[in-house]
Each structure stands twice: as C-alpha cells, then as structure tokens.
C-alpha cells in the first residue's frame, strides 16, 4: 500500500508518498481502508523527531482517521466488513489503510460525510477526556481555551458551550475570533495584543478561568495560574511553549488550585484510563450531538496524501481554522 513516509526529520519536505507494508490485523483489531486522516500537531514533533510513537505503533504519521472496515480480526464482536468508522490511533493515519484495535472505534455519525468524520476522533476525545473527565467542567463556570480557532479549540469551545460554561478564547487574527464567536465563545482575546490574564479577569468581575485548557506549556504555565478562579484547575495537553518552567506553588496553594497534564497517544489501549474507556465514553455522552448538529466538526480544507508536506507548512503558520484533512 502507499502511505506518507518521512525521508529524515526535518521540515514538510521530508514527507514522500510512496510504499510500506500492509498493516496486520491482529486479534481484537480490524483494518480500515482509509477514507482521510487528520494532520495533528503532534504529527508535525514525530515528523520533526521529537515525538516518536510508542513501542509497537505504526511508524507511519496519523492519530485519526476514517474509512471502511475491510477486514476483522479475531474476538471481534459489533464490527464487521463495511461498517463506515472512525478511529483513534496511536499511528498510521496517512496511509491507504491502517489497523486499529476495535476499541478505539467510533460509528460515522448519521449526518457526517465519510472523509469529515475524520476530523472528530482525536479532538474529541482529547476535551472530553480532559475537560469534563479529568478537569470537571461545570454548567456556570468559566472556561478558557487556548488556540480558541484549532481542531481542538474549536471543538472545545463547541462542547463547553453545550455543557452551559462561559467560554473565553484565546487567537491569533480577528478572523479567528470572530468564529469562536460564532461557535459561542463569550470573551475573545488577541494574544498578539491583549493580556488573556487582564482581559479574563475583567470579563469576570476578577473571578478568572475555572478551568484552563493550555497548548503551549511552559511559556504559559506562569500566566495560566495567574488566570485561574479559587479551586481552577490548569490542564495542560501540549508544549507549542516549551518543555520547562517554574511553577509557584504559593500561588497555586491560595487558589486551592491543580495542573495536570495528560497525552493521549500513550494511553493503554484497554482498562482504567485507556483510550477505549475514553471513546466508549464519547460515543455515549457526545456522539448523539454530533449526529444532532449540535456539536459539529470543523474543516479547513482537503488535500491529497501527496501533499502531506502542504499540510504540515498550513499547520506550522497557523493559518487555518480548524481541521486539515488528507485524502489517500
């Protein structure tokens, strides 16, 4: 089969079309004939050499896609040949086929297009799991999102509007702001311009952000805590900012306040806090919004697989809105 392959790490031109093996389908798996993948920014540190995928993962790039089921491996029950899915993956998205365990499996929503439904697995299951489960966003309480106008941002601001939190954003480009708006995002901040501490406290009357969902890591965490309410909790999912910083706990113990940080990709494949116990978890408490219209995904633009290297330069200038999507 033809997948993405990556001559070096380095820049988008290291990224080739050409062809690898056949994926496997081991027991509990099954194969997807892939439809589109979606390019994450965890793609562009394995392309770089700086995140490389965990032991037996696929080595080709890819963390979400979707596609067709075209084969079933052993001990498979509630999935057979045809059936129109999306997955998550720990690799192996940027290819014409991938195998996934059926675990990390999700339904095409009734109402999505194939290659769209590519775009939902890895965002959703990244907020959920962070979100709600670990952080415990309430109806009531103030959210802030960093990078509001991303794949996850704007999922994140989508489903904490739905779970009845005032949404604050932060983006680069009055574009992207007026779209959170448009998603429902109450306070905008242009990080280029504004201070999000200043203007989250002023939007609140002083209260701050109950709960923080941060991108950038170290160049934020000082300025995260500064920002959360008494109680607030600080998720932090990605290092766009760095790896390291200070943290001072005076401040953090008179908030009574927490940071956590999580990856998703490393996650077990199976048990307490796995990826299935995850995308079990979406499939119940989101995908009937999804297939109601009410959470939906958000695509920038579509491109072949060859181009993979176009996509990562989009992501890499943060000109786009939402998800890019490859096409095999």
């Not at 994926?23 to 995140?51: F, H, K, S």
């Not at 960093?146 to 904490?160: D, F, K, P, W, Y």
Request: hydrophobic share 45%; net charge negative; aromatic share 4%.
């Amino acid at each position: 089969m033809r997948a993405v392959t990556i001559s070096e790490p380095g820049g988008p031109e290291v990224l080739g079309w050409g062809e690898v093996p056949d994926p496997v389908c081991g027991p509990g798996e099954v194969v997807i004939d892939v439809t589109a993948a979606a390019v994450n920014r965890a793609d562009l540190m394995q392309r770089q050499g700086r995140y490389p995928p965990p032991a037996g993962a696929s080595e080709v790039l890819g963390l979400e896609c979707s596609g067709v089921i075209s084969e079933v491996g052993a001990e498979i029950t509630g999935w057979a040949v045809g059936d129109e899915v999306c997955a998550l993956l720990s690799g192996g998205g940027y290819a014409e086929r991938v195998a996934v365990p059926a675990g990390q499996l999700l339904p095409r929503p009734a109402g999505v297009e194939l290659a769209t439904a590519a775009a939902l697995p890895e965002v959703v299951c990244t907020v959920w799991s962070n979100v709600f489960m670990r952080a415990g966003l309430r109806a009531g309480e103030v959210f802030l999102v960093h990078g509001g106008s991303s794949g996850i941002g704007t999922m994140a601001v989508q489903l904490a509007v739905r779970a009845g939190a005032r949404v604050a954003v932060t983006a680069g480009s009055p574009e992207k702001l007026a779209f959170c708006r448009e998603l429902g995002a109450e306070i905008t901040v242009a990080y280029r311009d504004e201070d999000f501490v200043e203007a989250v406290r002023t939007a609140t009357g002083g209260h701050g952000a109950d709960v923080v969902l941060d991108n950038m890591g170290a160049a934020y965490l000082a300025r995260n805590v500064d920002v959360l309410a008494d109680g607030g909790r600080l998720v932090v999912i990605g290092m766009q900012g760095g790896a390291r910083a200070e943290l001072d706990l005076g401040k953090l113990l008179a908030k009574r306040g927490s940071v956590t940080a999580t990856a998703l990709r490393s996650r077990p494949a199976t048990g307490p806090g796995s990826k299935a116990e995850i995308v079990a978890a979406v499939r119940r408490e989101v995908w009937p919004d999804v297939e109601r219209g009410v959470v939906r995904p958000v695509v920038d633009r579509r491109l072949p697989m060859s181009r993979a290297g176009e996509a990562h330069a989009l992501l890499e200038a943060s000109t786009h809105i939402g998800k890019v999507l490859l096409l095999p």
